[in-house]
């Protein structure tokens, strides 16, 4: 199944998603086929991975908090970026 665009390459990631009962999401998951970045679900925890780096949050997590983290990975993911172009031990960008 086709999922959103990595944040780092811009290439499809692959996406999953399992459901209990057909509407209670029990887990999903997106990742980049280059392994730059990955977002995964479980039963009410959310990590993202992006390089070697995490985050993670749960539902007692505050909004307060959660913003906070979006913040963090949309700088880790600028500095990745940045960095991947400058190292050749980072999966590089395929050809689009
Ligand atoms: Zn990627």
Sequence with gaps: M???????????????SDYLDGWCKLEE???????????SYYTGVTVITIGNKQLFW??????????RIHHLADEMIKRY???????QSIPS???S
């Design 2 to 16: 086709k999922g959103e665009e990595c944040p780092i390459c811009g290439e499809i990631m692959e996406h999953d």
């Design 29 to 39: 998951s997106d990742d980049c086929p280059n392994g730059h970045y990955s977002y």
């Design 58 to 67: 749960n539902y007692n997590t505050s909004f307060a908090d959660m913003q």
């Design 81 to 87: 970026k940045a960095r991947r172009i400058n190292d």
């Design 93 to 95: 960008l395929s050809p």
